[in-house]
């Protein structure tokens, strides 16, 4: 269904573009999507569009910004909220599964992107950046609660910020084909990685 056309600020048209296109990418893929898809659920011309963004890959990467921008507000909620430093890292796993049941998360924006970035080698130069800034957050947490006693001391922060990165990358591809990981399996997955993080039985 396409978008009522109004005048909207600036600001709030380039957000209303990153929001369309992000549910558009997500949906349809990178290639399957054109900036004049994006215009028209968006209720804009296509020069409209580009009077924000310079191209397609322009408002992708916007797109990937803006969703690792909402999912790092979680997981620094979740942490504010999550008293016991051992249980942070698993806060911060539930958080982004709420995230993603809710919004396009980070990692089908990767994903999507690294299917493209034979054709656009600029996607994946942006992917490396967000992927990196993913685990250094995790690795941050990590070495936070390994200070404050809730994450075991011999525990290397930067690879387990790898794991916990690559079991959303994991995640995240079962859900687009369905059926291969249930709820159960990730409460598994969580419960395993609690255990070996903070050594507690």
Request: hydrophobic share 45%; charged share 25%.
């Amino acid at each position: 269904m396409t978008a009522p056309r109004t005048r909207l600020p600036a600001p709030a048209r380039r957000q209303a573009l990153v929001d369309v296109a992000t549910n558009l990418f997500a949906a349809r893929g990178y290639r399957g999507v054109t900036t004049a898809d994006i215009a028209r659920e968006a209720g804009v011309s296509e020069p409209i569009l580009y009077r924000h963004f310079r191209s397609k890959s322009d408002l992708y990467v916007a797109c990937l910004a803006e969703s690792q921008r909402h999912l790092r507000e979680k997981w620094e909620q979740a942490i504010a909220e999550t008293p016991d430093p051992g249980d942070w890292i698993i806060a911060i796993g539930r958080a982004a599964i709420a995230f993603h049941r809710r919004q396009v998360g980070p990692p089908a924006l990767w994903l999507q992107a690294l299917l493209e970035s034979g054709e656009e080698p600029e996607l994946a130069t942006h992917v490396r950046r967000y992927m990196r800034e993913a685990h250094d957050f995790v690795a941050d947490v990590l070495r936070r609660a390994q200070q404050l006693g809730g994450v075991a001391a011999d525990r290397d922060p930067d690879a387990e910020a790898w794991i916990f990165v690559g079991i959303g990358m994991v995640a995240t591809t079962a859900r687009r084909l369905g059926g291969v990981l249930t709820e159960d399996d990730m409460a598994k997955i969580a419960s395993s990685r609690s255990r070996w993080l903070t050594g507690r039985g």
